[in-house]
């Protein structure tokens, strides 16, 4: 805690007839909350002339130093000064909740909560709430404006939410307001450095505390993003829309703003604090979505050996996707996922979506047919909805084509936003203008929401690409199964340049932390559009497990995966639905060892995963039942595994094993390793 010196009241009185304007008022605490374990302390302070900051301290010692709280408004007067607590309340909550699906069953959700109103203190007397729940691992903050005379339409220009990172920090972060949307590499700079950055954004202090600063709940209003203040300030910067940035009526509630705070990197990804700061499940039973895995005409489309539009080179014909179905059935694959199978990927269709047709078949494509025919093998086909950016096009289909996606059991859709940033093309009415607006803003929030709230009543889960970001709104909407919002494994087939070997230990603790995506894994061939991928083939496997999704690709031809049975052997045994989810060991952008638990057996897997640095690991393998002996089938870098220059050096081999235990893991360069553990009968 910052110290308070308190001046005589005469010392006082001088002073404030001598520099008056010269002095600052000093800022006086009027709220606090701390965390249940006593960990955390967050106050809230309002100084001499009005302006209101929070401060959190952990162990005593300050972490987020005086940060500002308010806004700029197009329609009325700032919330910046001039502003006194009115009231404060407090409440503590200790529960568990069940995830439908998801990274563990079982979610427990442990409190202490302040919410501190707040006046103006001139005639209008507006007012807001200050809501702080503060966790072990970490609290989020939002503001709630009720209903009042004074404020009714509220039209925000910026938030003035800061975070004032009291100690010297390192930050994974990537760039803001780009063309290329979320589909950047991570950059690793000093705090001071950090430009205008996405959110979630991870930092490292100088004694080793990592935090992770991202939003949740993020419903009708504009994404977050960070610019850079003086010293170790981040402050808030609104995705931009018109008229304003974002336009409520009162009464409503902005997204949580978080912090999720712990001593260890892996901290962060056990947390569930995105999570429980969310709303319950509104959609009720949705035991109709089956976490799977699936194939499909996908890495052919990168691979410039197939393509979305039709002609001879043509990929969702009726042949090809039969032989992706029985691909699926024959190797225990639950969907099948094909690209370009309808109206409208003729010509320029980037960022020019408006002749597609979401229920119109191209001419080589039986739809009817080869969901007849997948169904008949035990297999689902996976919709694919691509809008080109012509989102208002989209939302006056999408009911048609989820109820023609239903009656056909195709039960999960991948969405598509293909265009650069801020060229999302809105129409308010047929014939209208068109105007632009960006894939973060206001407007891309609530047609997110719109699609799932059409696609749940056809029972249709929804795969969003080029997407808004996730801020855990997976457990109000459980039909938001997944999402790219990063650079995925296409950019393995034709990015200039391709991921590096660090780019998936640095998304497991920085994209990873807001929720679940769609990467598509496992291309054992290891060869992109001439070139090759930066992996070995172990590294491959272990990916099913350090990167969650509920849906998981095998992103490779099929007659890759024929040549490669024994990697392959993992791929098909790996699930996509855990009991229980634990970080064994991992620093941000070097490596990462997970271990999870299925959900429907007893088995647990392991995924570990390295940058261009060989390693040597030890993981006790605690974890696993006490007195039980398992059979740990081992997926490993082979001997002399090298990304550059031995990626396909690979073994496969069996052991027992007890949880007394310690395994010791190589991994070579850019490398990984993938393990099953079943326990012996």
């Known amino acids: 805690m910052r110290r308070r010196d308190r001046l005589p009241f005469r010392i006082a009185v001088l002073s404030a007839l001598a520099l008056c304007i010269a002095l600052p008022l000093q800022a006086a605490t009027v709220a606090e909350v701390a965390s249940p374990d006593g960990t955390l302390q967050v106050q809230l302070d309002v100084s001499g002339e009005g302006r209101l900051a929070y401060r959190v301290a952990r162990r005593g010692q300050p972490l987020i130093g005086d940060s500002r709280l308010g806004f700029i408004l197009r329609n009325g007067r700032q919330f910046l000064r001039g502003i006194a607590l009115d009231s404060q309340s407090a409440r503590s909550v200790d529960e568990t909740w069940e995830l439908p699906w998801g990274e563990r069953r079982v979610v427990r959700n442990h409190y202490n909560e302040l919410r501190a109103r707040f006046v103006e203190r001139d005639r209008d007397r507006r007012r807001f709430d200050v809501v702080v729940r503060v966790f072990d691992d970490g609290l989020g903050f939002r503001y709630e404006f009720p209903k009042q005379p004074a404020l009714d339409e509220v039209q925000i220009q910026e938030e003035l939410t800061e975070f004032a990172i009291a100690r010297p920090a390192t930050a994974w972060w990537n760039p803001a307001f780009e063309w290329n949307r979320e589909e950047y590499l991570y950059a690793r700079t000093p705090l001071a450095e950090v430009g205008m950055a996405q959110t979630p954004i991870t930092l490292r202090t100088e004694d080793g505390t990592h935090l992770s600063i991202h939003e949740a709940a993020l419903v009708d209003y504009a994404g977050m993003n960070l610019a850079k203040g003086d010293g170790g300030v981040l402050r808030a910067a609104l995705t931009p829309g018109s008229p304003a940035k974002v336009v409520r009526r009162a009464p409503f509630a902005t997204p949580w703003r978080t912090i999720q705070i712990a001593d260890r990197a892996g901290g962060l990804v056990e947390s569930s604090l995105i999570l429980n700061l969310n709303e319950p499940n509104r959609l009720g039973d949705v035991s109709w979505f089956k976490p799977s895995k699936y194939v499909g005409v996908w890495w052919s489309l990168h691979l410039d050996r197939e393509s979305w539009a039709t002609g001879p080179k043509h990929g969702a014909t009726t042949a090809n996707t039969r032989r992706y179905i029985d691909f699926a059935a024959k190797y225990g694959f639950r969907g099948v996922l094909v690209e370009g199978w309808n109206v409208g990927w003729d010509g320029d269709w980037f960022a020019n979506g408006w002749d597609f047709d979401f229920s119109k078949p191209t001419p080589d494509y039986d739809l009817e047919g080869l969901a007849a025919y997948a169904k008949s093998k035990g297999v689902h086909l996976i919709g694919h909805h691509e809008t080109g950016c012509a989102v208002s096009h989209y939302e006056r289909q999408m009911d048609r084509a989820f109820a023609l996606f239903a009656r056909l059991g195709i039960d999960a859709v991948k969405t598509g936003y293909v265009c650069d940033a801020g060229q999302i093309e809105r129409q308010d009415t047929v014939g209208g203008p068109v105007v632009r607006e960006w894939h973060e803003g206001q407007f891309m929030s609530n047609h997110h929401q719109r699609v799932l709230e059409a696609a749940a009543k056809h029972r249709v889960a929804i795969n969003a690409h080029e997407p808004i970001k996730d801020t855990g709104l997976r457990r109000t909407y459980p039909n938001w ?24 230990p640095n998304l497991i603790f920085t994209r990873m932390l807001a929720g679940p995506m769609d990467f598509t894994p496992g291309v054992l061939s290891l060869e992109g559009r001439g070139q090759p991928l930066q992996s070995t083939l172990a590294r491959q496997l272990a990916l099913y497990v350090v990167l969650y999704s509920p849906i998981h690709m095998a992103a490779d031809l099929p007659e890759h995966y ?70 740990a089938q081992i997926y490993r870098d082979g001997d002399g595994a090298d990304y550059r220059s031995n990626r396909f050096a690979f073994k496969r081999e069996t052991r027992e094993v007890k949880s007394t235990e310690t395994l010791t893991l190589w991994l070579g360069a850019g490398g990984g390793q993938a393990i099953r553990f079943v326990p012996k009968r």
């Open 562 to 631: 024929e040549q490669h049975m024994d990697a392959f052997r993992f791929i098909r045994d790996v699930p996509v639905d855990w009991q229980d989810t634990r970080v064994v060991d991992g620093e941000v952008g070097d490596f990462a060892t997970i271990v999870r638990k299925d959900r429907n057996s007893e088995d647990w897997y392991l995924g570990s995963v390295t940058d261009e640095t060989a390693r040597t690991l030890s993981v006790p393998l605690g974890f696993l039942d006490p007195g039980r002996t398992y059979i």
């Open 481 to 504: 199964i997944s999402r790219e919002g990063a650079r995925g494994q296409e950019f393995n087939a034709w990015g200039n340049p391709p991921n590096p070997p660090e780019h998936e």
